[in-house]
Nanobody
Framework: QVQLVESGGGLVQDGDSLRLSCAAS???????LGWWRQASGKEREFVSV????????KYADSVKGRFTISRDNAKKTVFLQMDSLKPEDTAVYYC???????????????WGQGTQVTVSS
């Protein structure tokens, strides 16, 4: 069983940066780790995913070029560096493990509790 705890969210202004972290415990070997987000009143949407080796990385078109995902397997941590933030990035950001089909949330078997990111204009 995998437990995930996100941190690093907050209130920032348009154009600012934030770095989210997700600390994992339990067995995460061979697991892809991903970030999803859910804005108020909207469905949860895929943001980014990174494979166990780090050799495969995917981004949603809406964040490509602005967000960077990385992981430190020794520390069982995945990061999401978010630059040039926009008000439309405002959402609760969730870390998830699994992702055999990276854009299908049902393929992720473990989820964190989420961290709020708010970008003011």
């Amino acid at each position: 069983q995998v437990q995930l705890v996100e941190s690093g969210g907050g209130l920032v202004q348009d154009g600012d940066s934030l770095r989210l972290s997700c600390a994992a415990s339990g067995r995460i070997s061979e697991h892809a780790l991903g970030w999803w987000r859910q804005a108020s009143g909207k469905e949860r949407e895929f943001v980014s995913v990174i494979s166990w080796s780090g050799g495969t990385i995917k981004y949603a078109d809406s964040v490509k070029g602005r967000f960077t995902i990385s992981r430190d397997n020794a520390k069982k941590t995945v990061f999401l560096q978010m630059d040039s933030l926009k008000p439309e990035d405002t959402a609760v950001y969730y870390c998830a493990a699994g992702g055999t089909s990276y854009s299908d949330y049902k393929s992720y078997h473990s989820w964190g509790q989420g961290t709020q990111v708010t970008v003011s204009s």
